[in-house]
């Protein structure tokens, strides 16, 4: 894990209007040289300053399209190491908080993910081939590309499952298994999407000898997924949905397929935050939603749709606690550092991994995209 030293005293405990300012100054100041990108769950002081906003893929594509030297990622670390994999070596990508890393992401290390394939593949005695959620580490994204595999995002993870499975005369990768990695519950809720049943699932525990599988049951299984999760889905529950449903009658529920099984199957519907965001804007005014996914996003989705009724669907709005990392003061910080001709936390793949990394990614956009939000199964 990277680890970002404290800021100079100067940015602690500035004074947020200053603080703002001084961004908007040094933006117009820079130019067309910097392009500022931000996640949708990031916070309203930093998404003010985004000249592109979007999911983490959408936002590697707006980077690798614009010709900016430099690529201010108001994201996570595998969010700058996608654009940085996507971008031309003439482009610098900066992180502002170069220890805002993703949980879930860190819960696949590259070697322990490899090894884990090996002994399944073994077990499986035909092809398993690995599909690798884009919210992994590049070296993870390489080593999917070497066993045969691609990325996936939330949105277009059922297409490459389908993929992974189809025969090579299809145009598929040929695979008898998927080997769905990192986020187990995006994997089972892909697995039921496509009409397999959680029977034919399992899931690989890291922390276990073999990952806690016995050979017979891996040669059953269809899909094993690799135990990771991330901790901010997981907090959405079916007694939520419950409580929803009781407090505003015809209120449609919409979760992240990162939710767990029980929750994607009790809602109306799931989808990728892209997804979700377009459903909203898209729906009829006077209609109510409760929205399963971080706060920051449910947020702004709300204050842009004043027609509707829009709310979190948890208790306590759960937010992502490493991406807020990335805020204000670092953001300042990185660029007065750029306007003094400096370049402060950039975010850089080596080129043999990047270029492993990319396969992977370019193998996912190859494969036709998906539309919108499911009904739930
Ligand atoms: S919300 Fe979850 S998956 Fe997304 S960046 Fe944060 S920890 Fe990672």
């Not at 992994?136 to 993929?163: D, M, Y």
């Not at 499975?165 to 299809?170: D, E, G, I, T, V």
């Amino acid at each position: 894990m990277n680890i970002q030293p404290p800021l100079p005293k100067e940015y602690q405990n500035l004074p947020v209007e200053q603080a703002c300012r001084r961004v908007a100054q040094l933006k117009t100041a820079l130019g067309q040289d910097v392009r500022i990108l931000a996640h949708h769950y990031q916070s309203d002081e930093v998404f003010q300053f985004a000249d592109f906003v979007g999911d983490s893929l959408k936002l590697s594509q707006q980077a690798a399209a614009s010709s900016a030297r430099f690529i201010v990622f108001c994201g996570v670390h595998f969010m700058a190491e996608s654009a940085d994999i996507l971008t031309s070596p003439q482009q610098a990508v900066i992180l502002p908080d170069i220890s805002a890393g993703c949980a879930m992401a860190e819960m696949a290390d590259a070697a322990d993910v490899e090894e884990a394939f090996e002994q399944v593949q073994s077990a499986a005695g035909e092809m398993v081939v690995p599909v690798t959620y884009v919210n992994s580490s590049a070296a993870t994204k390489a080593f999917t590309a070497r066993a045969g595999g691609a990325c996936c995002t939330s949105s277009n993870a059922r297409r490459v499952f389908e993929w992974a499975l189809a025969s090579k005369l299809q145009g598929g990768a040929g695979g008898a298994k998927v080997f769905a990695i990192p986020d187990r519950h995006l994997g089972l809720n892909t697995a039921v999407a496509m009409g397999f049943g959680t029977e034919d699932c399992l899931v690989y525990d890291p922390k276990l000898e073999g990952g806690g599988l016995e050979a017979l049951a891996t040669r059953r299984a269809k899909f094993i997924l690799w135990k990771g999760q991330c901790y901010v889905h997981q907090r959405f529950t079916t007694d939520q949905i419950e409580r929803a449903r009781s407090r505003q009658p015809g209120i449609r529920i919409i979760v992240h397929p990162e939710c767990p099984r029980a929750v994607v199957a009790a809602a109306d519907y799931s989808g990728s935050t892209e997804q979700i965001i377009q459903a909203v804007n898209a729906a009829p005014a006077g209609g109510a939603w409760a929205i399963g996914t971080e706060t920051n996003m449910v947020r702004r989705l709300a204050a842009n749709n004043p027609d509707k009724l829009v709310r979190t669907l948890a208790d306590t709005p759960p937010f992502c606690r490493t991406m807020s990392r990335v805020d204000l003061p670092h953001l300042l910080w990185v660029l007065e550092n750029l306007s003094a001709g400096k370049v402060v936390n950039q975010v850089r793949v080596e080129e043999k991994l990047s270029a492993q990394a990319r396969l992977a990614l370019e193998r996912m956009l190859a494969i036709p995209p998906q539309g919108g939000i499911s009904p739930s199964r």
